[in-house]
């Protein structure tokens, strides 16, 4: 049987992590894994999880599942988090999932359950993995423009434009905030454009929220979200805790639909708890219930979004201190875009050349299309960057 299996593309993140740890020389820096890293270049456990979990130890006392939808709690914590009322309780189905991931697939799913002809469309660029699973599991997609090389912002005219072959039942996938691979954000104005154009059609939104907090802040973050979901008769949320609780391995994620009456959400919630039993059963719990204690107790919450916003301001630094370092080193403003960017990521529209000449002449590793995390740089690092990017041709 396993004879008949062919290889599988490999995974050009996970390709680039490796060839980078295979790399001998000291001065290497890594800007390709899309994890939050330190000064230190050290991806922390948060004060407040670290003190939630010695909280739990002292008192958990069993290791029982907790529901196919995991712990209600959890649901309602996260919810509160992302949407703080903007939509009824009782029109919110919930499941807690393993990681962002994992709420993007089941939020697949439960679209392929409901309308197995509706076509996904995405950002063009979008994270890889959006794609990849919709291949996986043959679901039909197409891409609307986003991504502006030239001015490093967002082509929503050609976005609009695309999104013009909507069709009803058709679901349009949306960052909520810190576009990855980009960093390049809709305004506020603009996503009550792209509301208006889903529901003029009958499409549907699914967002992806997995940076609430590394932007301009948790609210200000979140807003874009709540906008979307008040305003359209359905909508899909998957939310991460990997980035902004730092529980990366603990795999914590929250899918959320919303539907367009309160009769509907018993069928809603039971078919997502459906789908989890299918593709994994119970999720995981440890993460769960360390980002509820947080979220629930007044302490531990002001400690984490005290934490989290030393966080944002340091990623904030830091593409301030790049952009004006490329803008001294080039004499030219066509980097300044780094600097409005948001979240872990920006894409500097280096080519794929160039890019490679970095790799290999300074030992610095990026994505093929010059997407960086910002966050694996530091104050000493962004100049040893600035000065290949330029040197390099960039």
Not at 201 to 229: C, N, S, W
Not at 251 to 261: F, N, P, Q, V, Y
Not at 325 to 347: I, P, Q, T, W, Y
Request: include cysteine.
């Amino acid at each position: 049987m396993f004879s008949n299996l062919k290889p599988q593309p490999a995974d050009k993140i996970l390709a680039l992590m490796q060839a980078y740890r295979e790399d001998p020389r000291d001065q290497k820096i890594d800007l390709g894994v899309g994890v939050y890293k330190n000064a230190e270049g050290v991806t922390p456990v948060m004060r407040a999880i670290k003190t939630a979990e010695k909280q739990l130890w002292e008192v958990e006392t069993t290791k029982a599942y907790t529901g196919l939808a995991g712990d209600p709690a959890f649901s309602d914590a996260m919810i509160n988090l992302v949407l703080d009322g903007a939509v009824a309780r009782d029109r919110i189905a919930a499941v807690a999932t393993p990681g962002g991931t994992g709420a993007v697939r089941q939020g697949f799913e439960a679209i392929r359950l409901a309308n197995p002809d509706a076509r996904v469309f995405v950002s063009d660029p979008t994270w890889p993995n959006h794609l990849s699973i919709l291949k996986f599991i043959n679901m039909p997609t197409a891409t609307y423009r986003y991504f502006d090389e030239q001015s490093g912002g967002v082509n929503f005219d050609g976005m609009m434009e695309d999104l013009n072959q909507l069709q009803k039942g058709d679901v349009v996938l949306l960052h909520g905030c810190c576009h990855n691979p980009t960093g390049a954000n809709l305004t506020l104005d603009q996503f009550q454009t792209v509301v208006d154009k889903l529901n003029e059609v009958g499409a549907v939104p699914m967002i992806d929220i997995a940076y609430q907090g590394f932007g301009d802040g948790l609210e200000e973050d979140a807003a874009a979200t709540r906008l979307v979901a008040k305003s359209c008769p359905e909508t899909i949320i998957a939310a991460s805790c990997s980035k902004n609780f730092g529980v990366y391995r603990e795999r914590t994620g929250c899918l959320m639909a919303i539907s367009e009456t309160a009769a509907q959400t018993p069928v809603t919630q039971g078919t997502l708890a459906f789908l989890n039993r299918q593709n994994f059963s119970f999720p995981p719990d440890h993460g769960a219930r360390l980002v509820t204690m947080v979220l629930t107790d007044d302490a531990l919450r002001t400690e984490w979004q005290t934490e989290l916003e030393e966080v944002r301001l340091s990623m904030l630094g830091l593409r301030e201190q790049l952009a004006s370092e490329l803008k001294r080193l080039s004499n030219s403003d066509r980097f300044d875009f780094v600097a409005h960017h948001r979240g872990m990521f920006s894409r500097l529209g280096l080519s794929p050349e160039i890019v490679e000449k970095i790799k290999a002449d300074f030992g610095i590793y990026m994505v093929g299309d010059s997407r960086i995390n910002i966050a694996g740089l530091n104050q000493t690092t962004v100049p040893l960057l600035a000065d290949a990017i330029i040197k390099a041709g960039g």
